[in-house]
């Protein structure tokens, strides 16, 4: 159980398209769902926090419109990097969480290179 | 911002060894969790503790939840070569209603050949 699944796993772009990353919950309903960018050899680091419904809470230093976030369905939460650049090449990973639990169970990632 | 310190970064140990690492905070948390990351893929889900003194297994991984709620380790017994990743302890801070989760830095288990 708590499975969740990301897509897609890698991404390459031109500088300025926008890309779509998509992570759903397979198995339970996510109250709560987080992104989360990693540079090589680092930590995670908590970009936002979405709630079904409702506007998603940005981390300090995280620009809301660069990275649009929606929640529609408590199994579906998307992130969008608009007008993507090098410097956001990274390592985008999602997690879900169901109320309550105090766990996160992450999805496998999204490799995003922009060229 | 709050800051779990995890040690060690980095260990080098020979398949066979135990291994240990373990988490401290200044503040005291309701929750630890441990997770392993293999490298291009999320961090999965080892062990959650709850309670504070709670010791738990899941096969040769043993975690505790410090008496104190401010520390938690890790062990490994009997380490393989498919334990070589990194291990993140995390933890939710005791009054925080948003789920959210802080990490530690990791620690990256190599074995030897």
């Known amino acids: 159980g708590a499975v969740v699944s990301q897509h897609p796993s890698r991404v390459i772009c031109k500088s300025g398209t926008s890309v779509k990353i998509e992570c759903r919950s397979l198995?339970?309903?996510?109250?709560?769902m987080f992104w989360y960018r990693q540079f090589p050899k680092q930590s995670l680091m908590l970009m936002a926090t979405?709630?079904?419904?409702?506007?998603?809470?940005?981390e300090q230093g995280v620009e809301k419109d660069k990275f649009l976030i929606n929640h529609a369905s408590l199994t579906l939460s998307t992130l969008t990097v608009t007008s993507a650049h090098p410097e956001d090449s990274s390592f985008y990973i999602c997690?879900?969480?169901?109320?309550?639990?105090?766990?996160?169970?992450f999805g496998a990632g999204t490799r995003l290179s922009v060229l | 911002g709050q800051q779990l310190n995890q040690s060690p970064q980095s260990m080098f140990i020979q398949e066979g060894e135990d291994v240990s690492m373990n988490c401290t905070s200044s503040s005291i948390f309701n929750t630890w969790l441990w997770y392993k990351q293999d490298p291009g893929e999320g961090p999965v889900l080892l062990i959650a503790?709850?309670?504070?003194?709670e010791l738990t297994s899941n096969g040769r991984l043993t975690a505790q939840f410090g008496i104190t709620r401010k520390d938690s380790f890790l062990n490994i017994s009997a380490s393989i070569p498919s334990d070589v990743g990194i291990y993140f302890c995390a933890g939710q801070l005791v009054g925080r209603r948003d789920d959210k989760i802080i990490f530690g830095k990791g620690t990256r288990l190599h074995i030897l050949p």
């Open positions: 997690s879900a969480g169901f109320d309550g639990a105090n766990i996160q169970y």
């Open positions: 198995d339970f309903q996510a109250t709560t």
């Open positions: 979405s709630n079904e419904g409702s506007k998603a809470t940005y």
């Open positions: 503790l709850y309670k504070a003194g």
